[in-house]
């Protein structure tokens, strides 16, 4: 564990080095902005008239040259060392040693553990740092590391234990490293900076130029996030792929994970099941909510609208966790009383047996997703010109006929819009499905049936212990990255509808 | 002024008479309108369902019955050397406290004169396992008490809790063998007597979370520090970024392509479903950078990642409804176009800024889905840390995560639990809002 936050003993140790290196930086940044400040001051002879920028200016442009490059470089450094040191240690690792049903990462694993191991046994004391330097196989790695709350699985085979010194010795180099960097970068900015604030200096132009750029690597941080999340998916996707045939997970017919391998793991049964109860959520949402945004548009004073819509809203804010125990707890046992129970039950019928089924999670999403459906109807209602429902009233229409043979036609391509925009919703769903709609994957028309979505699935295989060799594992991200596709077309495809569509009345 | 009954029948039809024609599109309206009044009441009912059926079902786990007990702390079975020393008397493990209980129990049956069939063990049976722990404990803490008779007050078994709540009653548990009718009517002749009561259950706010087997002591408080913490990472690392990103999007940014990207793909981001930056969290955050599993500083990092594109989107709308005749008249005296944004612009739009913050905050504390993947559940939560750094590196739940965790759980008693913990939140979700609506109206400035 090479993070500098850590919570082991060992990382506290390493997050200190971070720490000091990260305040020795700011230290010297407020060191900066006051020297630089007063320097350019005193060339001005104490009148800050003749000054190009406010005094500020100058100081916060040392800072600014102190701080941000080193801070830059340090994030970058912390970002890369592992990888780097992860790469040359693995290529010490000769492929024969890895056993059959082992992998690289299982390796790994064992050798990043015997690393923290010694690290920790030498800031206990327990070792000095030239005895774990010099620690063979031979000694009784394990159970010394066991004497100090490190569980090794096996014994430390030499090859690990090598391994693993490199790892240790490599990741001391490359914090050493950090800090000549990251503190050589701080003080030559600082020297640059200072040096630079006499009065005549455009600081602010300087200062502002930079604050811009600051500015704009925030905003490209949400093309970073997208990017990490396609990339992140698309990586292990490519891993199961390895793995797995990708006909059986686009075509295969069902989806049986077992780990003791050999699984069929396909995508269909799973997206029948996301597609259905998302079907039933939107048969119940869309009336409704539709309806709901008639009238409160078409119908309803100022008063029942003030009261109306911001209590529909709530549904709304409610969150998902809310309304999965919902469906868990009171909607599927109510539903279980109607469709179940044989006698005792109110139809007589033994159709449902659990409380999870696709009918629960649907009827639930269903509420979940009015507000969604009647706002956006409510905002796309109003932007109909009110010229054309004077119109089509002048005629002797009714305000129904109106709405039906006029108004809605008209807003008909943003509705649309509103009603994909709440199917991708439903598609992404997690909490809901998974506290009311059950885990079995089949296809099957029956509603009463407990059902499985690709969101539950994502949540199954990626909870408890994760081997992320396994194609088991692996499959969440292909899950994940065919919801991401799926969400993401529905989405774009919906606000072009409804751009287009606003496009024609404007 | 006519009525239609004097009228002389000259004209075959009358404008104030209905044909069938307009009696049936005079209907059909009628209808449509009365299809909108269904479906609002529809919404609103579900409202009224779901927030009642919360309300009725939660409340509960506010209340915790307790059981009144005078236990003898035997000095021979607490203290056999009888020299006071704290380490002999940490030595007795809480099944060493067991028998005092069942000794209690005896005594004030003999004393109230209650007449019942149930041997002494049965009558602790009644009691939390916690109870002999929480005797260890006050003896631990005060050892001089040894000797004397203490007056406890145990936490009642879940059981009991739940009978005395209506939750079990005799019919329900002719299948369990943790209590038998015989125990419940001894509870009931506790409660004529006055030592079981039910009252309010403040560790059920405070308290950490309990094992499978107690869910009498469970609590929300452990989790509560786990949200507050991501809460403030989610708002130390949000705010600022969201802030000036919208800043450059609105203020400085050329019109072009790469403008047009990032705008694209933050109003795709914000559609993006959570559980999507549930795996980008363990993927990135867990499995490359090797953060800890669990850790609530994670959580507060997807969480940021998840209201960004919220705290964007709502602070380009209050940066966009500061007028342009404010930035005019700021370069019109000569300051630059960075000091009018920063000195003019900013300040006015902070009310709108700070409004679409706290919202943004009240989505992320009621996310679940993302928590799950990084590990936020399946574990009890049952220490609060004891300093930030622990509270941000070590494992913690969240309140969405430990509700969900009880949901999972097999013992109703949970669900109980988890039905209030959903009150917590949900108070926790309203106050936020309603700080929010109050600042857009106290603040909120039109032009």
Same mark, same amino acid.
């Given at each position: 564990?090479? =993070? ?33 400040? #007063? ?22 442009n040392?800072?600014m040259?102190?701080?941000v ?9 912390l ?33 990043r ?18 005895d %774990?330097?010099?620690?063979?196989? #031979? ?5 010394m ?31 050493? =490293? ?28 300087v ?8 500015l704009?690597?925030? %905003?490209?941080?949400?093309i ?12 292990e996707s ?23 391998? /050999?699984?069929?793991? $396909? ?11 998302s ?22 004073g ?14 709304a ?9 919902? %469906? ?8 279980v009383? *109607? ?11 033994? =159709? ?39 119109? $089509? ?16 036609p ?65 499959? %969440?991200?292909?899950?994940?990255l ?7 077309g529905?989405? *774009? ?12 009345? /404007? | ?14 404008l ?5 024609r ?13 299809? !909108? ?5 529809? !919404?609103l009912l579900?409202?009224?369902?779901l927030?009642?059926n919360i309300v ?11 059981v009144t ?39 004030? &049956? ?24 929480q ?13 004397e008779?203490?007056?406890?007050e ?79 990472? &989610?708002?130390v ?6 802030v ?19 705008? &694209?793909n ?19 955050f ?11 500083? &994670?959580?507060?990092?997807?969480l940021?990642?998840?209201?960004l ?6 602070t ?5 409804s ?33 409004? !679409? ?33 622990a ?28 039905? !209030? ?27």
């Amino acid at each position: 564990m090479w =993070w500098p936050l850590n919570g082991t003993d060992n990382g506290t140790l390493r997050m200190s080095i971070t720490a000091i290196l990260f305040l020795a930086v700011l230290a010297l940044c407020v060191l900066g902005y006051s020297l630089a400040r #007063n320097r350019a001051l005193a060339g001005a002879g104490g009148d800050r008239r003749l000054l190009h920028s406010l005094p500020t200016y100058y100081g916060t442009n040392a800072a600014m040259f102190t701080a941000v490059p080193a801070l830059g470089v340090m994030v970058i450094w912390l970002l890369a060392q592992p990888m780097m040191i992860e790469t040359r240690v693995q290529g010490m690792i000769p492929a024969s040693f890895i056993d059959e049903g082992s992998s690289i990462g299982l390796v790994m694993n064992d050798v990043r553990r015997v690393a923290d191991g010694l690290d920790l046994a030498v800031k206990s004391g327990g070792l000095s740092a030239d005895d %774990a330097r010099k620690l063979s196989a #031979n000694s009784d790695v394990r159970g010394m590391l066991a004497d100090r709350g490190v569980a090794l699985g096996s014994d430390v085979k030499p090859e690990v234990l090598a391994a693993a010194q490199t790892y240790r010795s490599a990741a001391a180099t490359g914090r050493m =490293w950090m800090v000549v960097v990251v503190m050589g970068l701080a003080l030559i900015g600082f020297a640059i900076a200072v040096s630079l604030s006499k009065p005549d200096f455009r600081a602010r132009n300087v200062v502002e130029r930079g604050i811009l750029a600051l500015l704009m690597v925030a %905003a490209s941080l949400a093309i970073l996030t997208t990017l990490g999340i396609v990339l992140s998916m698309l990586f292990e996707s490519i891993n199961f792929f390895r793995v797995h045939p990708a006909s059986d997970f686009f075509f295969g017919g069902s989806w049986a994970p077992n780990f003791r391998g /050999d699984s069929d793991l $396909s995508i269909l049964p799973l997206l029948w099941g996301t597609l259905y109860i998302s079907l039933i959520a939107l048969t119940v949402a869309v009336p409704i909510g539709l309806f709901a945004a008639i009238y409160l548009s078409e119908y309803a004073g100022p008063k029942l609208r003030a009261v109306a819509k911001p209590l529909l809203e709530i549904l709304a804010g409610i969150p998902t966790i809310v309304y999965g125990l919902f %469906a868990l707890l009171t909607v599927g046992p109510a539903l279980v009383r *109607v469709f179940g129970r044989g006698d005792e039950g109110l139809l007589g019928v033994e =159709w449902m047996s659990g409380a999870t089924a696709v009918l629960t999670a649907g009827l639930v999403m269903g509420i979940m997703l009015i507000p969604f459906v009647s706002s956006l109807s409510d905002d796309i209602i109003n932007a109909v010109p009110q010229a054309m429902r004077d119109g $089509s009233l002048g005629l002797g229409a009714t305000p129904s006929e109106t709405i039906r043979q006029v108004v809605l036609p008209a807003a008909l391509p943003g509705i649309v819009g509103a009603i994909l925009l709440a199917a991708s919703r439903a598609i992404g769903e997690t909490m809901i499905v998974v506290l009311g709609a059950g885990a079995i994957a089949k296809f099957s028309a029956n509603p009463l049936e407990a059902m499985t979505t690709i969101t539950t699935r994502i949540v199954s295989q990626l909870t408890g212990d994760t081997d992320f060799s396994s194609p088991e594992t692996l499959v %969440a991200f292909a899950l994940g990255l065919t919801l991401f596709v799926l969400t993401l077309g529905l989405n *774009v495809f919906a606000l072009i509808i409804v751009r287009k569509y606003r496009e024609q009345y /404007d | 002024m006519s009525n239609p009954d004097q009228t002389p029948a000259v004209a075959k039809t009358s404008l104030l008479k209905l044909d069938a024609r307009t009696r049936k599109r005079n209907a059909a309206e009628t209808r449509f309108k009365a299809y !909108g009044m269904i479906a609002i009441g529809m !919404g609103l009912l579900m409202l009224v369902i779901l927030v009642f059926n919360i309300v009725s079902r939660g409340t509960g786990a506010f209340q915790q019955t307790f059981v009144t007990l005078e236990v003898e702390l035997v000095a021979a079975k607490l203290d056999k050397k009888g020299n006071r020393n704290l380490d002999d008397i940490k030595k007795v493990s809480t099944f060493g406290y067991a028998p005092l209980l069942k000794d209690a129990f005896e005594a004030k &049956v003999a004393v109230a004169g209650i007449d019942t069939g149930i041997k002494p063990k049965q009558m602790a049976a009644i009691l939390s396992k916690s109870a002999a722990a929480q005797m260890r404990d006050f003896v631990i803490a005060n050892p001089d008490m040894i000797g004397e008779t203490v007056a406890f007050e145990f936490l009642a078994s879940s059981r009991v809790d739940g009978y005395l709540k209506g939750r079990v009653s005799r019919d329900s548990i002719a299948n369990d063998k943790k209590i038998s009718p015989e125990q419940l009517d001894f509870v009931d002749q506790l409660v004529s007597e006055g030592s079981v009561t039910k009252r309010f259950n403040m560790s059920f706010i405070t308290g950490s979370d309990a094992s499978d087997a107690r869910p009498e002591s469970a609590g929300m408080g452990v989790s509560m520090i786990g949200s507050l913490i991501m809460m403030m990472v &989610v708002l130390v690392l949000a705010l600022p970024i969201g802030v000036a990103a919208s800043i450059y999007l609105e203020e400085f940014a050329p019109k072009n392509w790469i403008t047009d990207i990032i705008e &694209v793909n933050i109003s795709n981001l914000a559609a993006v479903p959570s559980i999507v930056f549930g795996i980008l969290g363990l993927a990135v955050f867990i499995n490359y950078m090797h953060l800890p599993n669990s850790a609530p500083l &994670v959580g507060g990092l997807v969480l940021t990642l998840m209201t960004l594109p919220t705290i964007i989107i709502s602070t380009r709308a209050s940066l966009k409804s500061v007028p342009p005749s404010i930035r005019d008249a700021a370069l019109g005296v000569g300051a630059s176009k960075m000091q009018s944004v920063f000195h003019h612009v900013l300040p006015l739009a902070a009310p709108g800024i700070l409004t !679409g913050t706290i919202i943004g905050l009240a989505q992320a504390l009621g996310e679940t889905a993302p928590l799950l993947l990084i590990g936020m559940v399946g574990f009890i939560a049952s220490n609060p840390p004891d300093s930030i750094a622990a509270g941000l590196m070590s494992p913690n739940s969240a309140m969405p995560a430990q509700i969900y965790e009880w949901a999972k759980r097999a013992d109703p008693a949970f669900y109980e639990r988890a039905w !209030g913990g959903i009150i917590i939140l949900l108070v926790f979700l309203v106050s936020m809002n309603t700080i929010a609506v109050i600042l857009r109206r106290r603040f909120e400035r039109r032009w």
